[in-house]
């Protein structure tokens, strides 16, 4: 007999979240105080017409329709938009890689796979997690090791290459230099909470 194993859909500040997990990177994005839309908009989206394939020279043909999971708009804390996808872990399917890349080509939106909250007690791993696992797809082009970051100067958050702050568009002088700022005290508390929190207490 064939199995599957089913999401637990999970309530939490008035939505209904598909899984868990995606609950978890909602109390993570509050806990560091920006906000965010769940499931806001869904598109139908045309293939990639361009030179340089954006995810390994494979498309599917055809429209796709998706539905991103979390738009973080820019704002004051958090000064870029951004899309971010939470699935079970970065390996991704042809469809969902398609359907990512098309999204961050057509709306010139970042879109951004997370997947398990890093676990702040394990600060190697942490880090190890993010450069092997996170990925972003841009509106041309792709990469790896993407992880959530704060600006040291100015304490605003980003997601970026190696978790360096520098890279967050809060426009702060860093002197050239660009450190990872991927465990500072504010994130760790947030993993820390996202990881730990117990939904039934909100019902
Ligand atoms: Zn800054």
């Known amino acids: 007999m064939i199995t599957t194993?089913?999401?637990?859909?999970?309530n939490f500040r008035g939505?209904?979240?598909?899984?868990?997990?995606?609950?978890?990177?909602?109390?993570?994005?509050d806990c560091i105080g920006i906000n965010w839309?769940?499931?806001?908009?869904?598109?139908?989206?045309?293939p990639v017409k361009k030179e340089d394939e954006?995810?390994?020279g494979k498309q599917i043909e055809g429209q796709l329709f998706y539905l991103p999971d979390f738009l973080i708009p820019s704002q004051n804390l958090f000064p870029e938009d951004t899309y971010?996808?939470?699935?079970?872990?970065?390996?991704?399917?042809?469809?969902?890689?398609?359907?990512?890349?098309?999204l961050a080509y057509h709306s010139e939106i970042r879109c951004c796979i997370l997947s398990s909250i890093p676990n702040p007690q394990h600060r190697d791993e942490l880090f190890d997690l993010c450069r092997l696992e996170f990925q972003t797809f841009y509106p041309s082009g792709w990469d790896t090791q993407q992880c959530f970051c704060q600006c040291p100067v100015c304490g605003r958050f980003g997601f970026a290459y190696e978790g360096r702050a520098a890279r967050i568009k809060c426009g702060c002088d860093h002197?050239?230099?660009?450190?990872?700022?991927?465990?500072?005290?504010?994130?760790?508390?947030?993993?820390?909470?996202?990881r730990t929190i117990r939904f039934?207490?909100?019902?």
Request: charged share 30%; glycine share 2%; no cysteine.
């Open 5 to 10: 194993i089913k999401p637990i859909e999970t």
């Open 15 to 29: 939505h209904k979240f598909r899984s868990r997990l995606e609950a978890r990177w909602a109390v993570f994005f």
């Open 37 to 46: 839309m769940y499931e806001y908009e869904g598109f139908e989206l045309a």
């Open 54 to 56: 954006i995810y390994m």
């Open 84 to 102: 971010f996808e939470v699935k079970p872990t970065q390996n991704l399917t042809l469809e969902e890689s398609n359907k990512a890349s098309r």
């Open 175 to 194: 002197n050239g230099k660009e450190k990872s700022n991927a465990t500072s005290p504010e994130l760790m508390r947030a993993y820390h909470i996202a």
């Open 200 to 203: 039934e207490d909100f019902k």
